[in-house]
């Protein structure tokens, strides 16, 4: 099985604690099966500009996170499925933010399992694949 990050996945990892369960289960994923988002990426980069320590941010993101992970464009198929998710939740009085809606249909466009500490916020997302191992390794 393949993996999608979510922000909240890869910020674990660049904790100054990360949750040892997580970090473990991550050691076990082939790197040819861990992708994210440009979304992501964004997300990620947006967190590093508005942080008082930006440049020590901005080098984890550069030096870390994207020599670690495939990153996935948003590209005019995943704004196929994209579009298709938002009005079926838009019509269920359901609706999740645009960037939300970005990840979700970048992994469902690529098949893969959405690794993410949020976990009831996607669930309303038809036929996505959710991974809980952040959910399940962050509880005390």
């Known amino acids: 099985m393949a993996f999608l990050f979510d922000t909240d996945a ?3 990892v660049l904790r100054k604690r990360p949750a040892e369960a997580y970090v473990r289960w991550l050691g076990t994923v082939p790197r040819e099966d861990q992708f994210t988002s440009a979304v ?3 997300q990620l980069y947006k967190g590093a500009f508005g942080s008082e320590r930006a440049s020590v941010h901005v080098s984890n993101i550069e030096t870390r996170v994207l020599p670690s992970l495939t990153i996935l464009p ?3 198929a995943i704004a196929r499925v994209y579009g298709q998710i938002e009005s079926t ?3 269920g009085g359901r609706p999740l933010a645009d960037a939300d809606l970005q990840i979700a249909a970048t992994a469902l466009h690529h098949g ?3 690794v993410t500490g949020n976990v009831r916020h996607f669930e309303r997302v038809p036929g996505l694949s959710l991974n809980r191992n952040l959910v399940d390794s962050c509880r005390v």
Do not use: H
Request: zero cysteines.
């Open 10 to 12: 890869i910020s674990e």
């Open 40 to 42: 992501v990426v964004a």
């Open 74 to 76: 948003f590209d005019v």
């Open 89 to 91: 939740l838009r019509k």
């Open 112 to 114: 893969l399992e959405l």
